[in-house]
């Protein structure tokens, strides 16, 4: 029982010592998670202890670099979950042809997989011209692998896979370049998303978005840092705004449940009531 409250008490002297050094705020991360990844970059970095750890982060930038790698959330690929690309084309893609313009926010977008998907999809239904993107991320260094567009080729047979079951119209192939044994997506995908770094735990709204993507993201946040983002968003949101989480989150049992109606329940897909 000592060893587990020393545990513990290292692993709250670590967050804070990191928000007070960065301002990241791991404070409210789901403590398994955190544990888990932390365990392991100890491994990985031969550390006896979290104090040790905790050490190194205060005191080298380098090395807090590659804990922020360690800790990010980065299990993503094209048209993940293609069920849900395909509801959002036949379900969410009429309601977005009626607006002027849009503006669509990825928060947590990673490596960019999931940001290049939807910015094919909006140019397949006639929506490109008029939507800019706004693909967010804590880490820096994810987002300059967002921002160049560049995926292993290895990947793209499970790409295609996945564009193809989401109701893709065109030949994926047609997206990308090979070089070597990587692939180059289409520059002018970019053209209309802006990369830029925000942290759900600490930062505050920063426009108002007609849709919101944030899969697989807060399942790693503990119940009272969920129910922070989940009113960034909604403040964030516009009237009959679209909501899309991910395949283990949801509204329910959240202080904003209400303020959603199901467009696909199962695949979570919401929509802001007013």
């Known amino acids: 029982m000592q060893q587990q409250e020393t545990d513990e008490l290292e692993i709250d002297l670590l967050c804070e010592g990191i928000y007070r050094r960065y301002g990241f705020d791991f404070r409210e991360y789901s403590r398994s998670s955190l544990k888990r990844r932390v365990n392991n970059l100890l491994g990985l970095e031969r550390l006896a202890t979290v ?31 293609p069920e849900m690309y395909l509801a959002f084309r036949e379900k969410v893609v009429p309601l977005l042809k009626t607006y002027p313009s849009l503006r669509i926010w990825h928060a947590g977008c990673a490596t960019g997989e999931e940001v290049y998907s939807m ?15 706004y693909a967010t991320d804590f880490n820096e260094d994810v987002l300059k ?77 503990n119940e009272t840092l969920q129910e922070r983002v989940h009113k960034l968003f909604h ?28 467009i696909d329940s199962r695949l979570r897909i919401y929509q802001r009531r007013k």
């Open 51 to 81: 104090s040790e750890l905790q050490s190194k982060v205060l005191h080298d930038t380098r090395f807090m670099e590659r804990f922020l790698l360690n800790l990010s959330i980065s299990v993503t690929s094209m048209f993940r979950n």
């Open 119 to 133: 910015a094919i999809l909006l140019k397949e239904e006639g929506l490109e011209k008029k939507t800019r993107i």
């Open 145 to 221: 692998k967002a921002k160049a567009g560049i995926y292993p080729m290895s990947q793209m047979k499970e790409y295609t896979s996945n564009y193809i079951r989401a109701g893709g119209k065109a030949s994926f192939s047609e997206y990308y370049s090979a070089r070597y044994d990587n692939v180059i997506l289409d520059p002018k995908l970019r053209k209309n998303i802006v990369f830029s770094k925000h942290n759900l735990a600490t930062d505050s709204s920063f426009n108002e978005f007609n849709v919101i993507f944030c899969r697989n993201v807060m399942i790693y946040f």
């Open 235 to 262: 403040d964030s949101m516009c009237r009959f705004g679209i909501l899309v989480l991910g395949n283990k989150e949801s509204t329910r049992f959240t202080p904003f449940e209400k303020e959603y109606q199901d």
